[in-house]
């Protein structure tokens, strides 16, 4: 099994500023402990990459492209909310970070590793079509979706999406697309309010969206049960070409911005439900992209795990 593995120290030149959760130490953290483990080596270094603008506009118009570029070069804050803080670097991290998705893409599609994991930043699922959210500004996998439909003729893609809060954005990009299987757990209610069970999509792509809202407090027996009565039927059903993950840490029950009870070893299991899927269906080929996930200790902890599953390397 090769896995590719993509990190690059200019994703820490995102500047969110002091106190902002999504801070440049998520990955620092997570890398020096990823950098112990005695399988690191084996990994394929995958290498960051600027998006081009053809693949970026298949998610996003041209003109809210142009309007991240504007705020980061012309020295703004933030954009759209406060909560999207940018710096003059920020435009340039966010299209290397979701070019190396892409390039991680190449990889599987050539044969040249099996799966992928992309730990960068800033993440991406709550970002629309034409509008920066909750951290993000492109929505990484959505765009890794739409390149590896246009580039590689895939049919299907399913996007597997259990970060804490509801992936609005990519949820919405692919409303109506009945080729894009959404399917998230998360915490409801909860930031950003959107993701109730009735959230099924909309016209041909009505049944193409598979929400399971859970309840604060919820953890590690509950996602299973999700996992085995509802999620892996209807993923498996679909028989998807490519599977995606978009991977926030942050349902951990150490996590400070959410009010689930993962325990570290949940995500493991979840990976692994996630690669039999692949296996099942597309000769394995998965990419999982980082999203949230916010006390640092437990960031690490669950991206090595994640990690070490999806390489297939057993505890030392």
Known sequence: MQTSFLYNPLFLNHDTGAGHPERSARLTAAHDLLFQQPWYGALKQAEARVAESVWINQVHSNLYENRILTACRGGENYIDTPDVMVSLDSYDVAVQAAGGVLGIADQIMSGEVDNGFAMIRPPGHHAEADQAMGFCLFNNIAIAARYLQHQYGLERILILDWDVHHGNGTQHIFDTDPSVFYISLHQFPHYPGTGSRSEQGMGKGEGATLNCPMSAGMGDQHYREAFREVIMPKARAFSPDMVLVSAGFDAHVADPLGSMALSTSSYGWMT????????????????????????????????TEHLRVLSQNSIA
């Open 272 to 303: 692994q439900m996630m690669m039999e899927l692949a296996d099942s269906c597309c000769n394995g080929r998965l990419i999982s992209v980082l999203e949230g996930g916010y006390d640092l200790g437990a960031l690490a902890e669950s991206v």
